[in-house]
C-alpha cells in the first residue's frame, strides 16, 4: 500500500512531462496545441454556464424547500421493500442532478449517522458508483449538440439503480 501511495505522488507530473515530452519528439508545437485546447474548453463552458447555473438553482431550492425529505418520504414503502435506507434516497436523488450538492447532503448524514455506520458506508459507496446522470446529460449532449438521447437516460437510471444496490450489498458485507 505504501508503495501506491508513493507511487501516487508522481503519476500526475510523470503524466504531464510524458505529454510534453512526446508531443516534442512528435515536433508538435505543444504550447500552441495548449492554447488551442484551453480556447475550445473556455467557450464550451461558457455554452453550458446557463444549464450549470439552472441545475444548481433547482437542486438549492428543492433542498431548502424541504421537497426532497417530502420526495424521500413518499418513496419509503419502496425504500423499505428493498431494504435501502429512507435517509438516503434524498442523497441519491440529488446525486443523480449535482454531485456537488450531494457532497454537501453527504456531510450531512456524516455528521448525523457517522461516517463508520451502515447508512455512512452505504452513502460512501453509492457516492462513487452513481453518476450524475441529468448534469452529465445536459452539460455533454449540449456541448456535442445531441438532440435525441435515445436510451441514455434509461440506461443510466437503470446503472444508478444498480449501483445504489450494490451499495446496500457492499456496506452489509
Known sequence: MGFLVYISDYIMPLLFFYVIGFG????????DEFVK????????????????VGLMMGVGILRASGALDAFGNLLRP????????VE???????????SSAATGLLLDIYQKYGTDSFIGRIASISMSCTETIFYTMSVYFIAAKVS???WTL???LIATVSGLAASVVLAAW
Open 88 to 98: 438516503l434516497v434524498p442523497l441519491s436523488v440529488v446525486k443523480m442532478f449535482s
Open 24 to 31: 516534442l519528439l512528435m515536433k508538435i508545437p505543444v504550447y
Open 78 to 85: 419502496a425504500a423499505e421493500f428493498f431494504h435501502f435506507p
Open 37 to 52: 485546447g484551453a480556447k475550445k474548453g473556455l467557450s464550451t463552458v461558457v455554452s453550458i454556464l446557463p444549464t450549470l
Open 154 to 156: 434509461p440506461g443510466a
Open 148 to 150: 435525441k438521447t435515445r
